[in-house]
């Protein structure tokens, strides 16, 4: 269990740095972080992360392709989380 919360905690400093860097380099007009990158790592357990970036940054909030394909991600996680949790009852 400390193994994956430590992997969680991992993977979402990450994606924030990740998107916080993404934003540095947009305002710059330099190279980005490709969005599959940001979607792979929030699948991967970094919603959080990526969710915490996305309003301190103001960072892909204007961006409705983007908002709704995260939602989609956050979506499923929520629905397999409550669904292990009733499985666990």
């Known amino acids: 269990m400390e193994v994956l919360?430590?992997?969680f905690l991992f993977i979402n400093?990450?994606?924030f740095i990740f998107?916080?860097?993404?934003k540095s380099?947009?305002?710059k007009n330099n190279r980005r972080v490709?969005?599959?990158?940001l979607?792979?790592?929030?699948l991967t357990g970094g919603s959080p992360g990526l969710l915490t970036a996305m309003l301190l940054f103001r960072h892909k909030?204007?961006?409705?392709?983007?908002?709704?394909?995260?939602?989609v991600i956050l979506l499923?996680?929520?629905?397999?989380?409550?669904?292990?949790?009733?499985?666990k009852k």
């Open 13 to 15: 400093i990450l994606v």
């Open 34 to 37: 490709p969005e599959k990158t």
């Open 76 to 87: 499923i996680q929520v629905a397999l989380i409550l669904a292990y949790i009733n499985y």
């Open 19 to 22: 998107a916080g860097y993404d």
């Open 61 to 71: 909030t204007s961006k409705t392709s983007f908002i709704v394909k995260f939602a």
């Open 5 to 7: 919360l430590l992997y």
């Open 39 to 42: 979607f792979l790592m929030a």
């Open 25 to 27: 380099q947009a305002r």
